[in-house]
C-alpha cells in the first residue's frame, strides 16, 4: 500500500511563501515524474509544476519565477517552495505520482494526496 501525506500548507499573507512537502510511503521501488497541482473553488484542477526523475522541471506559466519544484529521491519525497504568493495562488494543493513501481512489480498510476490548503490573503 503506497501512501503520499503532505504537509505545509497554511494562510499566509500576500508576497509571502510557504514550502509544501510530500513524502511516499510504502514498499517503493521506484518513483518517476511527481507534481503538484492546485484546485481553487470553482475552477478545475491544474497542473503547478511537476519534475521527471532526472530532474527535468516544468511549471505552470503563472508560477514561473515564483515556485520552485525538487525532490530527494532516497526520501521519496518532491516539495514545492512557493515565494512572492499571491491571492490569486489560493487553492487546495494536490502532490502527485505519474507512476509507482512497489518492490513486488506492481505499477500503481496516477497516486494522489490527500490536499493541503494554501490561503494567501491580508
Known amino acids: 500500500q503506497v501512501q503520499l501525506v503532505e504537509s505545509g500548507g497554511g494562510l499566509v499573507q500576500p508576497g509571502g511563501s510557504l514550502r509544501l512537502s510530500c513524502a511516499a510511503s510504502?514498499?517503493?521501488?521506484?518513483?518517476?515524474?511527481m507534481g503538484w497541482y492546485r484546485q481553487a473553488p470553482g475552477k478545475e484542477r491544474e497542473l503547478v509544476a511537476a519534475?521527471?526523475?532526472?530532474?527535468?522541471?516544468n511549471y505552470a506559466d503563472s508560477v514561473k519565477g515564483r515556485f520552485t519544484i525538487s525532490r530527494d529521491n532516497a526520501k521519496k519525497t518532491v516539495y514545492l517552495q512557493m515565494n512572492s504568493l499571491k491571492p490569486e495562488d489560493t487553492a487546495v494543493y494536490y502532490c502527485?505520482?505519474?507512476?509507482?513501481?512497489?518492490?513486488?512489480?506492481?505499477?500503481?498510476?496516477?497516486?494522489w494526496g490527500q490536499g493541503t490548503q494554501v490561503t494567501v490573503s491580508s
Open positions: 510504502g514498499s517503493i521501488f521506484s518513483i518517476n515524474t
Open positions: 502527485n505520482i505519474d507512476r509507482i513501481t512497489t518492490w513486488d512489480g506492481k505499477a500503481t498510476r496516477n497516486s
Open positions: 519534475i521527471t526523475s532526472d530532474g527535468n522541471t
